[in-house]
DNA sequence: AACCTGACTCGCC
DNA sequence: AGGCGAGCCAGGT
């Protein structure tokens, strides 16, 4: 079980309508330190239709305008029609969505 | 094999 | 309050 295997599993195991921000994955893979990985890890091998890297934003809940898979504001699009709500164009209501706990990972 | 860099976050000036 | 550096992992050069 590597970093990204960690990074993976625990990215999965959010719930549909919520998102993470990578340092909750990060501390739910043991180390919140580990927040730039997990954006790497994403980055680097996101098995499209397996893991759900749409529900992963920046702590004050925009995501990263730079890449996104498949265009940025495609995250946007596909976390609405999951129905999560936003304050602006660009940040995800963390208030409501942001999961309360993400479970640890091996 | 060493070095650089990249979807981040937090603490210290 | 805003800017800067450190900590972390993997893959490419």
Same mark, same amino acid.
């Given at each position: 079980?590597?970093?990204f295997?960690?990074?993976?599993?625990?990215?999965?195991?959010?719930?549909?309508g919520?998102? !993470?921000?990578?340092?909750?994955v990060?501390?739910?893979i043991g180390?919140k330190r580990l !927040?730039?990985?997990?954006?790497?890890?994403l980055h680097?091998?996101p098995q499209?239709?397996?893991i759900?890297c +749409?529900?992963v934003?920046?702590?004050?809940g925009?995501?990263?305008?730079g890449?996104?898979f498949?265009?940025?504001g495609?995250?946007?699009?596909?976390l609405?029609?999951?129905?999560v709500?936003?304050?602006?164009?660009? +940040?995800?209501d963390m208030a409501? +969505?942001r999961?309360?706990?993400?479970?640890?990972i091996q």
């Open positions: 079980m590597t970093t295997d960690r990074v993976y599993e625990a990215v999965k195991l959010i719930p549909r919520s998102v !993470a921000t990578y340092g909750q990060a501390e739910a180390n !927040a730039r990985v997990v954006g790497y890890a680097a091998n499209p239709g397996v759900p +749409h529900r934003v920046m702590k004050d925009a995501m990263s305008d890449f996104a498949g265009g940025a495609r995250q946007a699009e596909l609405r029609a999951e129905g709500t936003f304050l602006d164009d660009t +940040h995800v409501r +969505h999961v309360r706990a993400l479970p640890l």
